[in-house]
């Protein structure tokens, strides 16, 4: 880190909800949310400390970038030139490559009642094309709506994909086994055994995938699917009902155990859901707390993955000069 001091804001509201966030990988260190009980629980999974962030650790509520989820082969073809990416997942490339935005030094600001990030990716950075700077905007109203857009520019055309890599716990519990999850789709992208993306679409119904109703979201995690047995669990992206690029609500996760339920609205149209499969070593979180399989589960709102690859997938192209803009939001409140 040189001699930079890294910085941590926290954006609070009107009712006392807490929202922490820190410069390195622009990172969503802590939500706090008042319980059924009026008790704060942390919502989120992660770190006491910075050192820690800068350890291995699965992406723990960082930004994503420049493009989320896989790219098979990591390279692909954009106006005639053939692109190599930074391999880290196999011969692929995962979330930006193994020096992503996540690894990043972002610089923050307060606007307002708003936190920005600032970042500037080089041309060539991780194989991408083209300057691209990014800006991710981050606010919590008096609702308990905590919203993430962001904005990017580049001077070359060149795949983008954002998110927010949370890991979400909404009872403060060692899994989320007792979480009931809703998801607003009817199909998920199938995968091979990488993880990769087949082209082909996936129907939910009469599935382990449907979540349209709401159901309790491990409660059918080891049913014999072919597509469970590939990862284990959930780790598959969902394709999203409605209109991309149309704000929307997309997907419902609750407790009964907290009585904390957050609902997922977006622009984008994925959602990879991933439960935090066959965790070998439990990793070391926040208080000491043990972080095993299904400890928490990511809601990562996206382009499809490997979309530069799947021209029959929403457009995942930046072009040259154009602003490129995304928005999510998490509303938090409280169920009978």
Not at 242 to 265: C, F, H, K, N
Not at 285 to 297: C, D, E, M, T, V
Request: hydrophobic residues 35%; contains cysteine; charged residues 20%.
């Amino acid at each position: 880190m040189g001699d930079r001091i890294i910085q941590e804001f926290v954006l609070t509201n009107s009712s006392g909800m807490r929202v922490h966030v820190i410069e390195y990988g622009a990172i969503v260190k802590n939500i706090y949310v008042a319980d059924h009980r009026g008790q704060w629980l942390d919502c989120v999974l992660g770190f006491d400390t910075l050192d820690e962030y800068l350890g291995d650790h699965p992406y723990f509520g960082a930004c994503i970038g420049r493009y989320a989820n896989r790219i098979e082969g990591a390279s692909f073809e954009l106006n005639g030139r053939e692109y190599s990416l930074t391999a880290n997942h196999g011969k692929h490339n995962l979330h930006g490559g193994p020096i992503g935005f996540d690894r990043k030094i972002w610089r923050g600001e307060i606007l307002g009642d708003t936190l920005v990030m600032h970042l500037h990716s080089p041309d060539g950075d991780q194989g991408f094309p083209g300057n691209l700077d990014v800006r991710c905007i981050y606010e919590l109203d008096d609702q308990g709506s905590f919203t993430i857009s962001y904005e990017a520019i580049c001077d070359q055309d060149t795949p983008i994909c954002l998110t927010n890599h949370s890991y979400f716990n909404l009872d403060g519990t060692s899994t989320v086994s007792q979480h009931h999850l809703q998801i607003q789709a009817e199909a998920i992208t199938e995968i091979d055994q990488m993880l990769i993306p087949t082209g082909s679409m996936y129907r939910v119904a009469d599935t382990a995938f449907d979540f349209r109703h709401g159901k309790r979201v491990l409660s059918e995690i080891s049913k014999d699917d072919p597509q469970l047995r590939l990862c284990n669990g959930y780790d598959h992206n969902f394709v999203l009902d409605g209109t991309e690029d149309t704000y929307r609500p997309v997907a419902r996760l609750w407790s009964e155990t907290s009585g904390i339920q957050m609902d997922v609205s977006t622009t984008e149209p994925g959602l990879q859901l991933f439960t935090h499969n066959e965790v070998d070593v439990a990793i070391l979180g926040k208080g000491g707390s043990l972080y095993g399989s299904h400890a928490g589960l990511c809601l990562e709102t996206q382009k499809f993955p490997d979309s530069v690859h799947h021209a029959e997938f929403p457009d995942c192209i930046l072009r040259s000069g154009e602003a490129w803009r995304s928005k999510s939001s998490y509303h938090f409140q409280h169920i009978d």
